[in-house]
């Protein structure tokens, strides 16, 4: 039996960037924008990999990225005769990072890998200690991986894991199958912080299942797929609801004689892809369902060119409207190109990737996909070298999300050059909104008011507040985590509060303060925030590197706003447009420049540069951000308080 698919820094001084020319208003509170549209990857390139033995069979499956700047991907090579566990880690580049293999035996391979941040990863795959090929799994603690142990229901009968999901350090869930009983059974894994152990997942009833991929949000939902083998070969997919796993209904194909799922992503609970490969004539390749939480529906997907058949290996969904599909376009034996599709939150569109392995008739394909919302996307799998034997491949795509909002105290919030979902502007609230965050994959945002009332808008999702509850201070910010299935509130006394599966490092909360927390920021891996007080000083939290502050440093104003690059350094932003930068580029700022209203905080911009934004709206563009409009010298019903891309 197999696995089902293998297949401190000195303080800038300030400079003047001309402003651009105010454009057209933006988008008011209750308008629409039609002109906006959700960005998914487009331009993929092929990334610098470690040189590994060209003599051997080399290859990646899967990858798992926190943020822009880590990613592990994992995969198998050989030593001498035997299969090893590879490893590749991005952090600005890619390295090859020592893996154990287990002794004796002939070896063990990786399938699949979840991280939870730069300190916590698992990978699965399988080992041959013997006759029988064995479950096998690795953790890495942020310095070293080393095997753990994965218990198999037979030391007689061949077993796999091929897909594995982490919401935690201590929250892991790894699929795959075995033939322990004498016939084909699927197998599920959960580890807890220190071991995996088998968990039933649902009786089958004979239907003799694999499964190959998992995708859990929290404990308490996981989508696992596969194929089931009694008679045809057909979908197979299984939910776990935080106390029994189910099986789902999965339609089967019209006249098909094999199907099956090799990958799944859920970005919300109401909302799961699962791809893999059909086998019905003329209508062979693509095939992919959306689950809406209820049920499956079969997706019109876009074949290849011609003569190419599509053999999807995973897909990613980083928001309800974005959605990644990757694997190969088959031409035959032993001969393919790579394949990439996207999913815009409406229709599947064909993409085009580069084909660099020696020979364009050569089998390059994508097996593993995994994207960072607002950020990257990075595809994983094998090119052919002249020796025509597989290396790995890395390909990579941006997915900036354009453009930007500002909200007023209102809850009036305004769109340029990006979709408008809603917002509170015309409604009752019980205390002012003082910001905002967006949705990773540009989908929808959150309004925070200072009672820490949370507001939800296009696919961001509720994942509790502190509205309503009693606070010692009131909330002046917050933050969303990359995957945008969690976010914290922070209060003017640094007390920080988390939702979803945004984790708690740390706070000021309770210890002295010279002045109040102004706001805060997150780490580009959600692993880690910084809170920013009035006077610039700067504490740090979890994985976040403290590179220096203007806390005890003079200022003309006070700072109120910080924004974090993708590399780890941050700015802080005065009231009188002044900038500060900290292992960052410096740009340029309104420090020293006439103000109609005062600057009350900033953002980053996809291409590089940034934004500061005042109370009356007025928006100012530095680096390579690009000016869409303000509402600078429009009637505001009450200030502009935050901004957000």
Known sequence: MKPLSSLWVAVAGTALLSLAAVGSPAVAAGASNPGAALVVPSTWTVASTPATNPATFTFLNGVSCVGPAFCIAAGQTQVGANDAPLVERYDGTWSILATPSPAGGNGAYFESVSCTGPDFCAAV????????????????NGTSWSITAAPDRSASANGFLSGVSCVSPTFCVAVGGDAATGTDESLVERWDGANWTIVTDASSGGLHPGLNMVSCLSTSFCSAVGASFAGVEVPYTEFWNGASWTIATTPAVSGATQTLFSGVSCALPTMCMAAGYQANGSASGNLVEQWNGTA????????????????PSAVECFGPTSCVLVGQSSQGMGSGSTMVETWDGSAWSLGTTPQPGYQASLADSIHGISCVGGSWCVGVGEENDSSLLPQPMILTAAIPRPGYYEVATDGGLFAFGTPFFGSMGGQPLNEPIVGMAVTPDGGGYWEVATDGGIFSFGDAQFYGSMGGQPLNKPIVGMASTPDGRGYWEVATDGGIFSFGDAQFYGSMGGQPLNKPIVGMASTPDGAGYFEVAGDGGIFAFGDAVFRGSMGGHPLNKPINGIAVSAGGGYYEVASDGGLFAFAVPFDGS????PLNQPVVGMALAPGGGYFEVATDGGIFAFGGAIFRGSMGGHPLNKPIVGIGQ
Not at 126 to 137: L, R, T
Not at 302 to 311: E, I, M, N
Not at 590 to 593: A, V
């Open 125 to 140: 795959g399988v080992q041959y200690p013997g006759a029988f090929q064995q479950n096998f799994a690795e953790v890495w």
């Open 296 to 311: 499956w529906n079969v997706q019109s997907v876009p074949k290849p060119l011609p003569p190419g058949v599509g053999f």
């Open 590 to 593: 309104m420090g020293g420049q």
